[in-house]
């Protein structure tokens, strides 16, 4: 039952060019967002088209393959667990991000 604590699978489309970092050693690191599409049928019966945007970081050698292989638009499959973290804007401001650390990709499509 471990194995399943804190999982996310997604699949969706790349919303932007991936942002890769590298970092000494040859480390990197790759940010991109993924919009997932649902739909219902609101009360009137009119249907609702839904999207969500997930926040997903990649090291390593996912990073890598994000790099050479991931576009915009590209739809990918991802399973991963879910962070989160904070940071201080320019304003002092304190932030909070929630992501989707890839543990998996897979590129699906053209």
Request: net charge positive; hydrophobic share 35%; glycine share 10%.
């Amino acid at each position: 039952m471990n194995a399943m604590k804190n999982k996310v699978q997604l699949i969706g489309h790349v919303g932007q060019e991936p942002e890769i970092k590298n970092f000494d050693g040859g480390k990197k690191l790759a940010n991109l967002t993924i919009a997932t599409n649902d739909s219902y049928k609101n009360d009137k019966g009119e249907k609702v088209e839904q999207t969500e945007w997930h926040k997903v970081v990649a090291w390593g050698k996912t990073a890598e393959i994000i790099e050479k292989f991931v576009t915009k638009g590209k739809e990918i499959a991802i399973e991963g667990k879910l962070t989160h973290r904070s940071y201080d804007d320019k304003n002092g401001e304190k932030r909070y991000i929630t992501e989707v650390l890839v543990n998996e990709l897979l590129l699906l499509g053209k």
